[in-house]
């Protein structure tokens, strides 16, 4: 398997759930992001780590709360999210995490806040 | 906040007509910039990364970037239809370090058969 891979692709939870979203790279990248896409709004970075150390939190609400067990892992944990969580969650990977790295996208989590 | 605009569209071409997409950018000082397309229910997909002023060709895509006006273009000649999808525009934040990039909010373009 190659690229950057994210499961589950849907998700619906309540607002009282306690889930996780996954990301895996298979590319050798040292660096992996959070971004979330909401309808009609650009991509937002939430999170970034490089070499498993979180180096950047975007101010991101803590009912979302990231873990980077090593350089080709990424989750993404959730808990008691609001109807306004709803969107589609990309994880992201880069050699490094450099201005002129490109950044390979997996196909994203589409979430479903009820 | 930098901020990156593109125009929404929905841009609609015909097949083997150029596509023009256009994307502003607010920092002045910005030094490179990323060209994604993203299909439908897919991730993002980089295509074209641009540095220096001027043109940059891929294949059917050019890249166009004049840091005086701060906009940068992509052209898509002999436009497909394969080639519908929303382009987005990214620029790295010059204050950070790390790989944060400014996503603007993507144009849709249509190319018709």
């Known amino acids: 398997e190659t690229g950057v891979t994210q499961t589950p692709r849907h998700l619906v939870m309540g607002m009282t759930n306690k889930k996780s979203l996954k990301c895996e790279q298979h590319?050798?990248?040292?660096?992996m992001y959070w971004y979330k896409q909401s309808a009609k709004k650009p991509l937002e970075l939430m999170f970034v780590?490089?070499?498993?150390?979180?180096?950047e939190n975007n101010s991101v609400p803590s009912r979302f709360s990231p873990e980077c067990p090593n350089s080709s892992h990424l989750f993404l944990h959730l808990h008691t999210l609001q109807p306004e969580d709803s969107a589609l969650y990309l994880c992201?990977?880069?050699?490094?995490?450099?201005?002129?790295?490109?950044?390979?996208f997996g196909d994203g989590t589409r979430l479903s806040i009820l | 906040q930098k901020e990156v605009e593109q125009n929404s569209g929905p841009l609609s071409v015909p097949e083997g007509a150029i596509a023009s997409l256009n994307c502003t950018y607010s920092d002045r000082g910005s030094q490179s910039f990323f060209w994604y397309r993203q299909y439908s229910g897919k991730s993002p997909e980089l295509i074209m990364f641009i540095y220096s002023n001027g043109d940059k060709e891929d294949g059917r895509f050019t890249a166009q970037l004049n840091k005086a006006s701060q906009y940068v273009s992509l052209l898509i000649r002999d436009s497909q239809p394969s080639d519908s999808a929303t382009y987005l525009c990214?620029?790295?934040?010059?204050?950070?370090?790390?790989?944060?990039?400014?996503f603007g909010r993507g144009t849709q373009l249509t190319v018709w058969p």
């Open positions: 992201a990977s880069s050699q490094g995490a450099g201005k002129l790295e490109p950044q390979h």
């Open positions: 990214a620029v790295p934040d010059r204050g950070s370090t790390l790989g944060r990039l400014y």
């Open positions: 590319l050798g990248h040292n660096a």
């Open positions: 780590y490089n070499f498993k150390e979180q180096t």
